[in-house]
């Protein structure tokens, strides 16, 4: 680890102000940037410790949830709230990392955090475009079994590895950004980005900003759950994970909601699979062909062709079991 | 191993075989065995309570004045040449003391690599250590780097600039197949045996399997990093390591740095997890010559990166495995064959055939084994090196020949079970492997096992049960020393380099030195970790226990004769010869007298001594020369499938072993679910990313390389047919092993009855059942 | 400000790459944490900060400042805690190097579990939490154990939740 200085922000705007400066980097629970910094992926000069500042968790006028950035991970999924109204979120959080982990990580943490890619995270010894721009793409013929089926290209493959994120883009989550300019909103589902050529930019964070909280809109009560498909039964990353929420009136589908994990830089709001979905019947066959609408955009590697089938499956029973005796 | 080995094997055999038994030293058996005293109870671990208090010092833990960190730095090519190496960032970084190199390292001449023959040969590789600007594998150590703080090194290796001039490296497992050879010996078993005509008996065969069978990189993954802490005074040096071969340790440090092997002194009380991993490699060398060279104590923590790239696992192997069946499903022929990778400066030849020699009974067999050299670090022994993956390619075989002939698959196995080596014919010491599997299929409820595959499910999972058989070779080690101690205040001490890795070694050496010596638990302490003890042989080959029971057995018919030499004219013992006498009631006794005793107690006191010592070595181990001995194992396993994703989830195992005593029913228990453990991981979810381009190894983390955790873990259910083994002391066999053996076939056959899906290649993960 | 660790209280190190775990064992000696990965994967450096579970490695010393702390040494320093003796009675360990970690990690989940936060595998999120085998398998997951004393450790933790709740 490169030498650091550390610093404590005491307020957001502290926060923004330490963070702007080149070389610095805001610290959450630190669970993937201190890693990243011991691995020489991350080499900040000065670290400014966010995690300490207020995170409150409260509902707004309107019926929506607001988040603070610095709010646990762990606290999230606890928080009564959030269990009620928002189950598949909480499921999602109760599926990533550990329990120690999810006391450490922040929520503004958990949207930052890098690719678990191996060649990404072997500074010494892989090329990385996302690493170093223009060195070229090791896991180009290489282990690809965590990589992405969507969004990727030449440039990179590499998948976001957070399993919250798919929750919150189902709900059609907001992030607020502060910066020097002040706050903005903005879409999270538009806040990760595809790699194209620059997978080095990985958010629509601008230099400066910071993720203050998490919006999540009300939602219309409905059946909505998490499923993590993954290589060990507890604490790993997901090959795919399916959040999905569904309302079905009078057998009909009101509305739906789909995210998938595991398959792309971002998390993957799978409009296709929505659009082919609302309005028409709760029905295996309609979920077999939304999940196929979703996945013909797919483009996978040898080693992850897998992915496709295995998202599809994993789609069609979550959206079957949601819609339980509807179906 | 050579070729005269084989003959000297060989021959040693055929001459046993014609010595009866009694003849052998020690064969006699144990007269322990049988006995009830604290052998068979359930003693708590000894060191339980420091370690639940975090309290045992491992060998990173070592306090010390003016200790410095070292780190570590690693090629990132296969093969070639160091061109250009700049060091001076590194140098003139903060806190750095040293950075050592090709061009600084002292002259070191790499350990001799691990042989039988030689208890002081404990290289896994012979590799020139930082001697030239060659490499020969991607991970090498290239430079080492001590800093006044961990952090400091941790740094400053990240400034060492290294250009390499690449060789052309062969990394590809399938293409060096082509350049395969053919060693004599695997360990101290002929590499290739011929009885009778195995292929054209199996062409012949009403009924056949013939399949290849892949198995994965592995890598032991102890908890606890491999570290030293090292320090010289002068000529003398002191070594904390985590290490499985102490003494031998001790040795190889002594030749390699020009001292006399009593100025060494390697101290390991607790090991944090071994496996076959804490031996000699790299590591220690470097930072022992470091340690001379900054002349302060030094710390050598590899990373967890550190210790996959140094550190050797356990081969891929491609295995074939034929299986020739009569119409009753009598083996008629039994053939296996294949590849695993031994470069030629390693010395692990994953023994994978070796379980099959003695596994079943056939009319023919054919094993061979060959070997192909790619630049990786050299593999090493690994939990049940050959057996555990070997016994997945068998007992998978079996259970596909079982299918064929619609045979149940225990019965099957029970129809081809040997009452003899099937290719030597020695008698086996002790074998009950039928009534491990008669027993574990009762407990386990395998008649609700459906025969149709794919047959039971409940919701989106399919259910299957699947069995497998397992085995590992008994051995003793030669050359186990002990010193025994019995004080005037009526205690008593055992005294030996041993290693304590959690299998429960000292908890057992405890129990059974109280019913030698006929002394209460709690009268007994152990020293152990310490290589200016007695030398015991490393933790290897689960011997450790019965190795040093032979030399407390030893030791315990020695000290007979001292006590009453001491004991004189005065004390009712007086006249007896050792002979005469036994060891109980925390003292001597006439045999045949019983009233005629003395406390030890009241003969130190008389004699006006403190203590009395004595130190012996257990007799040649003849035994595994002249019989079969075997601990064998029968596994059980119901798991489910989910037709949706492939995912596994293990619900129920079952271990039933047939392995002699059970000297400690709490700890051995521990110890055979930890193997079927690894081998849930074996089977499911482990696997070392080699990348084939590069050689290098892509998952060097905790996070990438998925050990089983406890969601992947069910409630493992473990029983044993306890009978003695009459040749081995205290009847025992090893049981360190033989838990993972036997528990990947036992788990892919249950894939297969769930599903009707035959998975051949490990780990079983869900995309192969998709 | 100052790191109080087990009730006393340090000043944290200078240089701000020291991470909690190196402070305990390679400044103050308190070794009882221990150092599996220094990669966040493995549990082994589990220790407590204000009473909530976290892993060591990846906590920047500098961040604890202002913190309590409690370790292994803390868990039991008045007499062996039970979940200490529990392990023993269940023969929750082996090599003994992941011990210290899984007892902090179980200390913390029997009061999460009790103050009702659902895990993965709770089938209803706003229900009171039962311990079951699984749900403490699901919790104490972010442990590793290599050694394979899974068996003892859940049921030496299911005996504790148990005795708690009685």
Redesign the interface.
């Known amino acids: 680890m490169t030498p650091v200085t550390y610093l404590r922000a005491d307020s957001s705007a502290a926060a923004i102000a330490l963070g702007a400066a080149d070389g610095h980097r805001l610290l959450g629970g630190g669970t993937n940037l201190i890693d990243l910094m011991r691995k020489g992926v991350e080499q900040p000069a000065v670290l400014v410790d966010v995690s300490g500042l207020a995170a409150p968790i409260t509902e707004a006028a309107d019926g929506s949830l607001v988040i603070g950035a610095a709010a646990r991970n762990s606290d999230v999924a606890a928080h009564p709230l959030v269990r009620a109204r928002y189950p598949m979120l909480a499921r999602a959080i109760l599926a990533g990392a550990s329990a120690q982990i999810r006391n450490m990580a922040t929520v503004g943490g958990n949207l930052m955090q890098r690719t678990r890619c191996v060649y990404f995270a072997d500074a010494a010894g892989s090329r990385c475009n996302k690493r170093v721009p223009g060195s070229g793409c090791d896991a180009l013929g290489g282990f690809t079994r965590y990589h992405a089926i969507l969004g990727a290209s030449p440039a990179c493959i590499a998948t976001h590895p957070s399993d919250m994120a798919v929750a919150l883009v189902a709900l059609d989550a907001r992030l607020h950004l502060a910066g020097a300019d002040g706050v903005r909103s903005v879409a999270l589902a538009n806040f990760h980005q595809l790699p194209g050529d620059s997978p080095e930019v990985e958010t629509m964070l601008a230099p400066g900003e910071m993720i203050l909280a998490v919006e999540l809109p009300p939602v219309q009560p409905m059946r909505s759950t998490y499923r993590k498909v993954r290589d060990r039964a507890s604490y790993a990353f997901a090959l795919v994970s399916v959040a999905a929420g569904i309302v079905v009136e009078d057998g009909r589908i009101a509305d739906v909601r789909i995210a998938v994990g595991g398959v792309a830089a971002k998390p993957w709001r799978a409009a296709r699979a929505e659009a082919s979905l609302r309005d028409g019947p709760a029905s295996v066959e309609a979920f077999v062909q939304a999940a196929q609408a979703e996945l013909a955009q797919a483009d996978p590697l040898p080693g992850n062709a897998f992915k496709v089938q295995l998202a599809e499956r994993t789609l069609v029973a979550v959206l079957t079991d949601l819609a339980g005796g509807d179906a | 191993m050579s070729r005269v080995q084989n003959v000297i094997v060989g021959t040693a055999r055929s001459a046993l075989s014609w010595v009866p038994a009694q003849w052998l030293p020690g064969g006699t058996p144990d007269p322990l065995i049988g006995r009830h005293g604290e052998i068979g109870r359930q003693a708590?671990?000894i060191?339980?309570?420091i370690?639940?208090?975090?309290?045992?010092?491992?060998a990173?833990?070592v306090?010390m004045d003016g200790l410095c960190?070292a780190t570590l730095v690693?090629s990132?090519i296969a093969r070639g040449r160091i061109a250009r190496l700049d060091s001076t960032a590194a140098e003139t970084a903060?806190g750095v003391l040293l950075v050592v190199t090709h061009r600084n390292m002292p002259k070191v001449a790499s350990p001799s690599l691990v042989s039988m023959s030689d208890p002081t040969a404990v290289g896994n590789s012979d590799l020139p250590i930082l001697q030239d600007d060659r490499v020969h594998y991607?991970g090498q150590v290239v430079a080492a780097v001590v800093a006044a703080?961990?952090?400091q090194a941790?740094?400053a290796a990240?400034l060492i600039a290294i250009d390499y001039e690449a060789a052309q490296a062969e990394t590809r497992f399938g293409q060096a197949k082509s350049g395969a050879r053919i060693i004599p010996s695997l360990l101290i078993e002929r590499n290739h045996l011929s009885f009778g005509k195995a292929e054209r008996e199996l062409a012949r065969a009403p009924h056949r399997v013939d399949n290849l069978y892949r198995t994965q990189w592995q890598n032991?993954?102890?908890?606890?990093?491999h570290a030293l802490t090292a320090a010289w005074v002068g000529d003398r040096l002191t070594v904390h390591d985590t290490t499985q071969m102490i003494a031998g340790e001790a040795a190889a440090l002594a030749k390699a740095f020009g001292i006399p092997r009593d100025q060494v002194q390697v101290l390991s009380p607790?090991?944090?997890?071994?496996?076959g991993g804490k031996g000699m490699w790299d590591h220690q060398i470097v930072a022992v010559a470091a340690a001379r060279m900054v002349g302060r104590p030094l710390r050598l923590?590899l990373?967890?990166e550190s210790v996959y790239r140094i550190v050797g696992g356990r081969s891929a192997t491609e295995q074939r495995v034929a299986i020739g069946a009569d119409a009753d499903g009598c083996f008629t022929a039994l053939l296996h064959d294949g590849w695993s990778v031994m470069p030629p400066y390693g010395a692990c030849p994953e023994a994978y055939t070796l379980g099959t020699r003695s596994a079943y009974r056939a009319k023919s067999f054919e094993i061979l084994q060959r070997h192909i050299d790619i630049a990786v670090v050299p593999n090493t022994f690994m939990r049940a090196p050959g057996e555990a993956i070997g016994t997945f390619a068998l007992e998978s075989a079996v259970d596909e020949l079982a299918h064929n002939l619609a045979m149940d698959p225990v019965e099957l196995r029970l129809r081809n079970m040997p009452d003899k080596h099937p290719i030597t014919g020695a008698p086996f010491s002790q074998h009950a492997q039928d009534q491990a599997w008669r027993d574990g299929a009762a407990r386990f409820g395998w008649e609700q096992r459906a025969a149709k595959p794919g047959t039971r499910r409940e919701g989106?999972w399919r259910i299957g049960m699947g069995c497998g058989g397992g085995s590992f070779p008994y051995v003793r080690m030669p050359g186990a020393a002990v010193r025994l101690t019995v004080r005037r205040d009526g205690t008593a001490t055992l005294a030996c380099s041993g290693q304590e890795?959690?299998?429960?070694t000292a908890t057992v050496v405890v129990q059974q030195v109280a019913d030698r010596l006929g002394l209460p638990l709690s009268a007994v302490t152990v020293e152990i970790g310490d290589s200016a003890l007695p030398a015991a042989p490393m933790a290897g080959g689960s011997s450790q226990t019965v190795s040093i029971a032979a030399a407390v057995l030893a030791a315990a018919e020695k000290l007979p004769a001292e006590l009453l030499r001491l004991a004189g004219n005065s004390s009712p013992l007086s006249g007896l010869r050792a002979g005469e006498v036994r060891m109980e009631g925390e003292g001597l006794a006439s045999a045949s007298e019983p009233a005629r005793r003395e406390t030890f107690r009241a003969i130190l006191s008389r004699a006006n001594l403190e203590e009395v010592s004595v130190t012996a070595s257990g007799t040649p181990p003849l035994e595994m020369l002249k019989f079969a001995m075997h601990s064998t194992a029968a596994m059980f396993c119901e798991l489910r499938v989910s037709d949706?994703?492939?995912?596994i989830?293990v619900d129920r195992l079952l271990g039933s072993f047939d392995c002699g005593t059970i000297l400690n029913p709490?700890?051995a228990?521990?110890?055979f679910?930890?193997?079927?453990?690894?081998g849930l991981g074996l089977a499911?979810?482990e696997e070392t990313?080699l990348?084939e381009?590069?050689g290098?190894i892509?998952?060097p983390?905790?996070?990438?390389y998925?050990?089983?955790?406890?969601?992947?873990?069910p409630?493992?259910d473990v029983i044993w047919t306890d009978i003695p083994d009459p040749r081995s002391p205290l009847g025992a066999r090893g049981i360190g092993e033989i838990?993972i053996t036997g528990i990947a076939g036992a788990v892919a056959n249950a894939v297969f009855n769930a599903t009707g899906k035959r998975v051949r290649d490990l780990p079983i993960?869900?995309?192969k059942l998709? | 400000m100052t790191i109080r660790i087990n009730g006393t209280d340090y000043d944290p190190p200078e240089d701000a790459r020291v991470s909690l775990l190196d402070l305990l064992r390679d400044r103050l000696q308190l070794t009882g944490t221990k150092v599996g990965c220094n990669q966040g994967a493995c549990g082994a450096c589990t220790v407590l900060i204000d009473g909530r579970r976290v892993l060591s490695c990846l906590t920047l010393a500098a961040q604890a400042d202002g913190r309590k702390v409690t370790t292994i040494e803390g868990l039991g320093a008045d007499g062996l805690h039970p979940l200490q003796a529990a392990f023993l009675e269940h023969d929750g360990l082996q090599c003994g190097y992941c011990t210290p970690g899984q007892i902090c990690a179980a200390a913390a989940m029997l009061v999460e579990a009790e103050a009702g936060m659902p895990s993965y595998v709770t089938a209803d999120l706003t229900a009171p939490v039962t311990l079951s085998r699984d749900e403490v398998r699901e919790r104490m997951s972010g442990n590793l154990c290599r050694c394979g004393a899974h068996n003892g450790i859940v049921d030496a933790i299911l005996s504790v939740a148990q005795e708690r709740a009685a």
Do not use: C, W
């Not at chain 2, 607790?270 to 496996?275: H, K, L, R, S």
């Not at chain 2, 949706?644 to 995912?647: K, Y």
């Not at chain 2, 679910?673 to 690894?678: C, D, E, F, T």
């Not at chain 2, 998925?706 to 873990?713: G, R």
């Open positions: 708590s671990r060191d339980g309570e370690k639940v208090r975090g309290e045992a010092r491992f990173a833990e306090a960190y690693h990132t903060p991607n703080t961990q952090e941790d740094h990240t032991h993954n102890a908890i606890e990093l607790f090991v944090g997890g071994g496996f923590q990373s967890r989106e890795m959690g299998m429960g949706v994703t492939g995912e989830r709490r700890t228990a521990s110890q679910r930890g193997g079927m453990i690894m499911l979810t990313l990348d381009r590069s290098r892509m998952n983390t905790l996070a990438d998925h050990v089983p955790v406890h969601m992947d873990v409630q493992i838990g993960t869900l995309d998709l």
